[in-house]
């Protein structure tokens, strides 16, 4: 079993930068893709950024591309995600998420964090 608690989030202005950070427990997490989704209001849960195990390759979203940054460190079982260039549009629920797959679906993350709101004003 992995647990994944998400931090960070909160209220900031257009063009403001924010950190989000998820702490993981669990023996496996060291060999699971993370990946990071958010969810507006009425909108489905997408898919935003991913790492690979090692950190060693990443994804990212078009919307986000260029402004996200993912990140993750192995030895202290925590992923963040830095986002720069703030938008209204990218205000969501932010979720942290694993899985045994690399993938960008969320059908393929097993494990999820609780979620953290972000809110950009514009």
């Known amino acids: 079993q992995v647990q994944l608690a998400e931090s960070g989030g909160g209220l900031v202005q257009t063009g403001d930068s924010l950190r989000l950070s998820c702490a993981a427990s669990?023996?496996?997490?060291?060999?699971?893709?993370m990946g990071w989704f958010r969810q507006a209001p009425g909108k489905e849960r997408e898919f935003v950024a991913a790492i690979v195990w090692n950190g060693a390759i990443t994804n990212y979203a078009d919307s986000v591309k260029g402004r996200f940054t993912i990140s993750r460190d192995i030895v202290k079982n925590t992923v963040a995600l830095k986002m720069n260039s703030l938008k209204p549009e990218d205000t969501a629920v932010y979720y942290c998420a694993a899985s045994t797959a690399w993938s960008t679906s969320r059908n393929d993350y097993d494990y999820w964090g609780q979620g953290t709101q972000v809110t950009v004003s514009s």
């Open positions: 669990g023996r496996t997490f060291g060999r699971l893709a």
